[in-house]
């Protein structure tokens, strides 16, 4: 009797695996794509590239970083979308600044991707459905347009905040578990650190959406307010 809940668990963790990996082989493609593409993709590739330069100069905390150039500087922090470009940092240990940025793009790209397959898990708890979703996310314009073409690099890879708040969210409202709150509020803390825009623009009004415009079962409304007040 025992043996049957652990094999259940070891099925549907390996019928996960197996969904993760789809989603990987679809999206392996435009990832190599990108990576080996010549010329580079975005119109502030090399901004990017600038900004993570001017930090690996000086390697210090957000508040003392400065940016030396044009004329006397600025405070580093008035380049307000700086949380990636710490990331891009570290992973220049490792490789050329170039390639460092392109691995980043791909890496947030498929997070987004997993993170989308967790949330639509949650919500239909279906792995099929959930896996075309999130292959169908993978071959969206409208997720690319900011790496490919306009927008910025740190916009696009904050993107990848959106699933995973939206995925705890959720399981804060199924389990009523705080934690799980706690950590929604903190990524989506985060996302502004590495782009404010896509806080403004999806996170807080789907997460609004989500406690205050919905009928929740078993969810007072008041309960939901509290929740919402705790997130922000």
Sequence with gaps: MKLAPVLHKTIS??????ALACIFIA???????????????GVDFY????MVEILKRT???????????????SPYL????????????????????????KF???????????????????????????TILAIGSAYSIGFYGALTWGGSLPSFATQAFLPWVIAFIILHLKTSRKHYLYFAGVLA????WGHP???????????????LLTFMRRRRFISRVHSYLVFL
């Design 47 to 50: 901004y990017t590239a600038s």
């Design 104 to 130: 980043w793009m791909v890496f947030s790209a498929f997070s987004f991707f997993v993170g989308s397959y967790c949330a639509f898990y949650f919500l239909s708890k279906s792995r099929i459905l959930s």
């Design 13 to 18: 963790v390996l019928l996960h695996l197996t």
């Design 189 to 192: 803390g985060l996302s502004i």
């Design 27 to 41: 999206f392996l493609p435009i990832g190599l794509w990108y990576f080996h593409s010549t010329p580079l993709w």
């Design 78 to 101: 008035s380049n307000y979308a700086i949380l990636h470009y710490y990331f891009v940092l570290l992973l220049t240990l490792f490789t050329d600044l170039f390639s460092a940025i």
């Design 197 to 211: 825009q896509v806080f403004n623009a999806y996170l807080f009004p789907a997460v609004t959406a989500i406690y």
């Design 59 to 73: 390697v210090v905390f957000p508040p003392a970083a400065w940016n030396a150039s044009w004329f006397f500087g």
